[in-house]
């Protein structure tokens, strides 16, 4: 369960998170939404510790990690993916090097055990024979897809994905989305996506957020959003 | 007035930020949190990307220095000092300072670069997020290389340097080639190369240092990447040129 509570975030006099609260299941699929520039991203570094809020707090598990120092998130953290939103794929590794990171990491699998475990990632994200390939040879929507794979090797307990359908063709959009939703559900971990993409939004979500001015505009489930008496909400939901 | 004062501010804070900067990249080399394989492949870059263009500045410079002093020294009858000058000047100043000047444009410059892209597109942060510290990883394995790399590509400036002074020696100024080299030999104390490494050893860490720092705090896109580059390697060039003259001053008072 991820608690946060009256969390604000000011950059530069720029107040991008204003009193957030909102909590986090476990087991659910979480969608943040929200215009470009509301504070998605700010919000989902907040809970992986990249950022820390100004005011506010944020538990995980009933434990407050706000005050955690980076050691203590770089140790959490092992048990959580990110996926980024531009994917932030190292550079100087090819494909197989980058999905295999987390696994020579932290955990003592042999090569071959790695090397399986990459191959049946790439076989899961539909993309097969780009081994080799470095990050600078790969379309904006393949590398989102490694970034994708890296971020679950691992089996995370809580997944986030920054954007993870944005820069997608419409069916690739829903194949990932469908992607994230199996892996949420055979995990049984949490994810938390955020999104401009209603549509693959309403698809796989359990509950959704709107953030609108770095506030909370609407918070619940696709049947309660649609029924939301707020003009906002039902112009950004269409 | 207030402007300067808010500099002065900024400007601190930075040279605290970067001392804490090294000071936590040696805490990890102290406590052994190195990772040689990455050590190994920054090693090979920074050589690599260097050596030839050392090699050409060393010998042109070897070369200038005989030809240069087989005139002066005519002059007074002296041309049979041309290995000593040749030996001394590359040993005690030119090749620790030329390399490091060298290195600094190419190897600092990439690292600056390398880091700074990884800053700007989240591959720094995506480290963390992966649970590895970026300074273990990313930081610590470019500066040691460095210290690694500038002593051997000094060592290899001055061989080479010295081979240009007996190309000068033994076809322009006729002085047998065995007399060169014992020369040579001969004149060359611990001293005098103990003090030119003295000095490689600090150009080394100042460098990797600024370097590494400048690419770690890289902000601001495509833009901040060039940016924190030319900062960087500028840093690089001064704190070398300046560091230089106070420690051959101290050098000098103490050994000579
Ligand atoms: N590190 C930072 N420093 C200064 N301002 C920042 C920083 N990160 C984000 N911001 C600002 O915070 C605001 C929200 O940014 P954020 O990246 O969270 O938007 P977003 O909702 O994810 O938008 P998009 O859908 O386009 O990704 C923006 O106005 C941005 O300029
Ligand atoms: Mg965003």
Known sequence: MIEISHVTKTFNGQRVLDDVSLTIKDGEIFVILGESGAGKSVLLKHMVGLLKPDRGQIRLDQRDVTPLTEKEWLALRKTMGYLFQEGALYDFMNVFENIAFPLEEHTSLTHEQIT????DILQLI??????????????GGMKKRVALARAIILDSRILFC????????????????????????KLHCTTIITSHDIANSFRIADRLVIIKDGKVAALGTQAELKVSPDQFIQAFIG | MNDVIRRSVHYLAAVGD?????????GHIVRGRVRFVEVVKQVYEQGVQSISIIALTSLASGVVLALQGYVALTRFGAKDAIAPLVALSLVREMSPVFTALIFSGKAGARITAELGTMNVSDQMLATRTMGVDPVEFLV??????????????????????????????????????????????????????????????FFAVLIGWICCYQGFVTNGGSLGVGKFT?????????FVIISNTILTKIILTFWG
């Open chain 2, 18 to 26: 970067s001392l804490y900067f090294l000071g936590s990249v040696f």
């Open chain 1, 162 to 185: 920054d954007e993870p359908t944005s820069g997608l063709d419409p069916i690739r959009s829903r194949d990932i989305s469908d992607l994230i939703r199996n892996v949420t559900r």
């Open chain 1, 116 to 119: 399986k475990k990459v191959r």
């Open chain 2, 230 to 238: 030319t900062k960087a390697v500028a840093y690089s060039y001064i």
């Open chain 1, 126 to 139: 539909g993309l097969q024979g780009v081994e080799q390939k470095y990050p600078a040879e790969l379309s």
């Open chain 2, 140 to 201: 610590v394995p470019r500066l040691l290389a460095c210290l690694i790399v500038l002593p051997i590509l000094t060592l290899i400036s001055e061989l080479i340097g010295i081979a240009g002074g007996y190309l000068v020696a033994v076809y322009e100024a006729n002085i047998p080639g065995v007399f060169y080299l014992n020369q040579t030999l001969k004149v060359i104390h611990y001293v005098d190369f103990f003090s030119g490494f003295i000095k490689v050893f």
